[in-house]
């Protein structure tokens, strides 16, 4: 399984010039708990979060009317591709301490985002499915 079968499409997107307000009306509209700044070209530049607001801008007093999200997010982004499989995004989520993943395609664009909670259905979803091989291999013999 690839990320780009678990990606999801439907996202906010906001540009750095953007007002961390902007940015915090985006989230409630799309009831998301984040945003991916995009640069004009589509290239994902960083994922403003709900979480990011309260520390990075209202914590330290910044206006969330002045100050731009591209100001304030973290530029080293993590990015993976549609198919890169579903473990090795897992354990770069793990290993990277990120929650999301923009997904990108091969040109670098955005294409969609790849969260943790995703990743844990997924997981539940094949446990649930391997015991039920389990329950009914044991209930034949």
């Given at each position: 399984m690839s990320v780009g079968e678990h990606t999801r499409r439907n996202l906010a997107t906001v540009d750095p010039s953007a007002s961390i307000r902007e940015a915090a009306r985006l989230m409630e509209i799309?009831?998301?708990?984040?945003v991916v700044v995009v640069s004009g070209s589509?290239?994902?530049?960083?994922v403003m979060t709900d979480?990011?607001?309260a520390m990075r801008v209202?914590?330290?007093g910044l206006d969330p009317d002045e100050t731009t999200v591209g100001s304030v997010i973290?530029?080293?982004?993590?990015?993976?591709t549609e198919s890169t499989p579903l473990t090795k995004a897992m354990r770069r989520m793990r290993t990277e301490?990120?929650?999301?993943?923009?997904?990108v395609d091969a040109d670098g664009k955005l294409v969609g985002i790849f969260d943790w909670i995703d990743a844990v259905g997924i997981?539940?979803?094949?446990?649930?499915h391997a015991a039920r091989i389990a329950g009914a291999q044991s209930s034949e013999a």
């Open positions: 799309q009831k998301a708990g984040c589509g290239q994902p530049l960083g979480r990011d607001i209202l914590r330290i973290d530029r080293e982004l993590k990015t993976v301490g990120v929650r999301r993943l923009p997904v997981v539940s979803s094949e446990i649930q």
